[in-house]
C-alpha cells in the first residue's frame, strides 16, 4: 500500500518535472517531453538518493561521475531533431538514463562509457526496464564505435578539449554532434555535417565531466 502510494507519488514529481524545469525552459519537441515522463529517472539514481531523483540540478553516481540535470538531458535530446529511426551513438553512458531516452526517441542507440562497473549496471537495469534497441561497451569513447557507424546523431555527455575526429568520421552527412567542449563551465556545441564541412552552433554554458582518457 504504501510502496503503490510512493511509487504514485514519484509518478507525479517526475511530471512535475517535466513542466517546471524542461518545458518552461523552453523544449518542444513533444517526443522529448513524453519520453521525459516516461523514464523513471529514479530508478537510475543511487538508492540513498531516490527522494532527489527529480531536483533540478545533477547528481552523483558511482565511480565519481554524475547524472546530468534534467533540463540537460532534455536540451540535448531535443538538439539531434530524432524522429524515430534512427542510429545513434552516445558517449559517456553513466548510469544509462539519457541512454533510455535515447532508446525511446531513436530505432538503435549504441552506448561507450569509460567504466566498466556503471556500463554493466546501465545494461542491467535498461534490460530489466524491457529496452531492447540499446547495445553497451566500454572503452576510450573518443574512438566512437566505428563498426556500427555511421550515425544519424552522436551525443557526448562528458567534456573532451575538442571535438574527437573519430566522432565527427561516424556521422552520417545531415548527423548532428551535440557536445560539451573546453574547461568547465563548457560550451554546449551543435555540429552538423554538411557536404561544407561541419556548421557549429554555440548552444548553452554547461557543466559536465571532463572526457577521460585511457591514461586517466
Ligand atoms: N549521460 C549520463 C551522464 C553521465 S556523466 C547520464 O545521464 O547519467 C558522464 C559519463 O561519461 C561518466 O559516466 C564518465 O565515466 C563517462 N566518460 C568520461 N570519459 C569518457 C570517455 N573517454 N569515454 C566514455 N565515457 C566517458
Known amino acids: 500500500m504504501l510502496k503503490g502510494r510512493h511509487a504514485e507519488y514519484l509518478d507525479f514529481i517526475r511530471l512535475t518535472m517535466v513542466e517546471d524545469q524542461v518545458v518552461r525552459r523552453g523544449v518542444k519537441d513533444a517526443r522529448v517531453l513524453a519520453a521525459l515522463r516516461k523514464v523513471k529517472r529514479h530508478l537510475f539514481v543511487p538508492a540513498g ?38 542510429k545513434v551513438l552516445e558517449i559517456g ?84 554532434l551535440a557536445i560539451p567542449l573546453g574547461p568547465e563551465p563548457q560550451e554546449l556545441k551543435l555540429f552538423t555535417k554538411t557536404a561544407a564541412g561541419l556548421d557549429e552552433r554555440n548552444v548553452c554554458a554547461v557543466r559536465f565531466v571532463p572526457m577521460l582518457r585511457a591514461k586517466d
Open 49 to 86: 538518493l531516490v527522494s532527489t531523483a527529480y531536483d533540478d540540478h545533477p547528481l552523483p553516481i558511482d565511480c565519481g561521475q554524475t547524472i546530468s540535470q534534467p533540463y540537460i538531458v532534455g536540451l540535448m535530446s531535443e538538439l539531434l531533431c530524432l524522429k524515430g529511426g534512427e
Open 93 to 176: 553512458t553513466g548510469c544509462g538514463y539519457q541512454t533510455a531516452v535515447l532508446a525511446e526517441l531513436a530505432a538503435e542507440v549504441y552506448t561507450v562509457e569509460f567504466f566498466a562497473g556503471l556500463s554493466r549496471q546501465a545494461a542491467e537495469k535498461t534490460a530489466k526496464l524491457g529496452y531492447t534497441n540499446i547495445r553497451f561497451k566500454t572503452g576510450d569513447g573518443a574512438a566512437g564505435w566505428a563498426e556500427n557507424g555511421p550515425y544519424d546523431a552522436i551525443i557526448v555527455t562528458c567534456a573532451p578539449a575538442t571535438v574527437p575526429p573519430a566522432l565527427t568520421a561516424q556521422l552520417k552527412p545531415g548527423g548532428r
